[in-house]
């Protein structure tokens, strides 16, 4: 079936960095554009950005520009956000989503990952 | 960027009770407005995109409707399994395609 599989909890100390992967399956991986989503602990939804599959093009949300980086192995069908110097405000579950690519002019994220803690902590 | 403001934040109802979530844009976003259902530990799952479409698979008491600026999902009878956070999404053409602060829908 048409899945996201994230890779596991991490525990990181301020200034450190990590990189959390997204394997999908069940459909073609350069079909659908790719965005990453976090939830910081009490708090809501924040789009991150999204990375065309495709050309491998990166678009990131201002805020996260110069301190996160999107890549993609398409050999393996998986998606990665790194996530460098690491603040304790880092601490949130990371997804990522597939845009359904439902209009050309628009997004709705149909297949999400199950998610992915990341603790910042020293 | 445009800013999406839910309300409420949070409502209390009882199973079978009509549940109604409004969320508002603070610019026009013609129908471009999904709406996700979140549950403790889970991810969030599409429930309307385009505002009213209704997404594969997801029960029919859930609806949306709006357009420009004003938003609304309504739950027509609320089972115990749509007990959850509800948040509305921006989707235009250009993002960030930022989200509603949520709801929370607690039992009575």
């Known amino acids: 079936q048409v899945q996201l599989v994230q890779s596991g909890s991490e525990l990181k100390k301020p200034g450190a960095s990590v990189k959390v992967s997204c394997k999908a399956s069940g459909y073609t991986f350069t079909s659908y554009a790719m965005n990453w989503v976090r939830q910081a602990p009490g708090q809501g939804l924040e789009w991150m950005g999204w990375i065309n599959t495709n050309t491998g093009n990166p678009t990131y949300a201002q805020g996260f520009t110069g301190r996160i980086v999107f890549s993609l192995d398409t050999s393996v069908s998986t998606a990665y956000l790194q996530i460098y110097s690491l603040k304790a405000e880092d601490t949130a579950v990371y997804y990522c989503a597939r845009d359904s690519e439902y209009s050309s002019s628009s997004v709705a994220f149909d297949i999400w990952g199950q998610g992915t803690m990341v603790t910042v902590s020293s | 960027d445009i800013q999406m403001t839910q309300s409420p934040s949070s409502l209390s109802a009882s199973v079978g009770d009509r549940v109604t979530i409004t969320c508002r844009a603070s610019q026009s976003i013609s129908s471009y407005l999904n709406w996700y259902q979140r549950k403790p530990g889970k991810a969030p799952k599409l429930l309307i995109y385009?505002?009213?479409s209704l997404q594969s698979g997801v029960p029919s008491r859930f609806s949306g409707s709006g357009s420009g600026t004003d938003f609304t999902l309504t739950i027509s009878s609320l089972q115990p399994e749509d007990f959850a956070t509800y948040y509305c999404?921006?989707?235009?053409?250009?993002?960030?395609?930022?989200f509603g602060q949520g709801t929370k829908v607690e039992i009575k």
């Open positions: 385009a505002a009213s």
């Open positions: 999404q921006q989707s235009s053409i250009t993002p960030p395609w930022t």
